[in-house]
């Protein structure tokens, strides 16, 4: 029995993009009957109630004597203390007890005995140009500086095996980082619906589109914790506008919709109704300054959903398909422009939106279906493990 470790930043329990890719990921090596222990930075609950309830081991980084856990200071402080530092020396010494060591997190600070080796395989879930820093703003030298003493920035380079989430990332990686040799790179598309449901849903697609009986004109179903999604800039833009505006989520940016008028804050959505929710919406929004392969924008166009998305990511130009499944937006958050978009967005006719609907399940039976996700691991998986 082959036996396998997958690295978290949470765990697969969690309901963040990255967490339920793992939980997809983890759900597909258990039918290769394979032994699973999952390597976690954080664990929402009792150790021994997680084990119970997810049938398989987890492992926390070593518990340290060191200051920095006897005061109270800012998380992501400590999330590079743990990253860095108490994690590495730890993974180095359990690698050589897997077959297969999957690394399914945003942070990628591993030391090179593990990034060389050819068990090794990390997942992309970060935009490739972000590896160049090119988001950071303000705070781009301190950010450079981090990355420097850490060796963050050069680790990405060095990974032996990388899994990207479409070519776009896959072909840009492969132009910035030209030390190519003897590695292994694959593409596997991130993917949240199988063809059965995604038939059925047509059917009831097609319905509401003849019966015009939507819910919701233009919403946003995601994270509103990070200035990262923009939603305070996201309210000005509504101001002026006579549309509105109908968001679910949480975090620290909920406040800033308690008064406008053109936003109708619902509070957060179970997952299990993301998708009813999303059918029942005309069009389907992120804001965000930077992205992996959303998962949002995955589930709306598995829900026959046009979407409006910035171009500030790569993989923004490939799911809205040349403005066949939605439209795409300026990278530059230019508040004017983006109001007229939006309104032009909220008159589209019905036909119009059918048409992107259309294209939008053309588009996810030809790249998104969870068969082809699950089929193109198993391949890596077989492929990784003979090596070994």
């Avoid at 945003?106 to 820093?133: C, P």
Wanted: proline share 1%; charged share 30%; aromatic share 12%.
């Amino acid at each position: 029995m082959k036996k396998v470790l997958i690295i978290s930043g949470n765990n697969h329990m969690c309901t963040s993009g990255v967490d339920m890719y793992s939980k997809r990921l983890i759900s597909i090596l258990k039918k290769q009957n394979c032994h699973i222990d999952e390597y976690s930075f954080e664990i929402n609950m009792q150790k021994e109630d997680f084990e119970k309830k997810s049938d398989i081991k987890i492992i926390s980084p070593n518990k340290s004597k060191n200051f920095y856990n006897k005061i109270k200071i800012k998380w992501w402080i400590k999330n590079i203390y743990n990253v860095v530092y108490r994690s590495r020396k730890q993974l180095n010494n359990l690698i050589d007890n897997y077959d297969l060591v999957i690394d399914s997190t945003l942070m990628l600070v591993r030391s090179k005995k593990v990034m060389n080796s050819e068990k090794y395989l990390y997942i992309q879930h970060q935009n490739a140009d972000f590896f160049e820093m090119r988001r950071y703003g303000f705070f781009r030298l301190l950010a450079l500086f981090i990355l420097k003493i850490t060796g963050f920035k050069n680790n990405f380079k060095e990974a032996r095996n990388i899994v990207f989430f479409d070519e776009p990332n896959k072909e840009y990686f492969q132009r910035h980082f030209k030390n190519n040799e003897g590695k292994k790179y694959f593409t596997i598309m991130n993917s949240c619906i199988d063809r059965k449901t995604i038939e059925e849903n047509k059917i009831i697609k097609d319905q509401i589109y003849k019966e015009n009986k939507f819910s919701y004109n233009v919403i946003y179903v995601g994270r509103i914790t990070v200035e990262q999604k923009r939603m305070n800039d996201v309210k000005r833009v509504l101001k002026k506008t006579k549309n509105k505006l109908d968001v679910w989520g949480f975090g620290t940016y909920t406040k800033c919709f308690k008064k406008s008028h053109n936003v109708r804050y619902h509070g957060t959505l179970e997952h299990s109704k993301v998708i009813n929710t999303l059918m029942h919406s005309k069009i389907s929004s992120l804001w965000s300054d930077y992205e992996g392969f959303s998962t949002s924008m995955v589930e709306s166009i598995c829900s026959m959903t046009p979407i409006l998305v910035r171009n500030s990511h790569l993989s923004a130009v490939f799911l809205t398909n040349e403005n066949k499944n939605g439209i795409l937006l300026d990278n530059k958050f230019n508040l004017k422009e983006y109001r007229r978009v939006f309104d032009e967005m909220n008159e589209l006719s019905i036909e119009t939106l059918k048409e992107m609907s259309e294209n939008c399940y053309k588009f996810a039976i030809e790249n998104l279906l969870y068969e082809t996700f699950e089929k193109k691991w198993i391949d890596v998986y077989k492929e990784m493990t003979e090596l070994v």
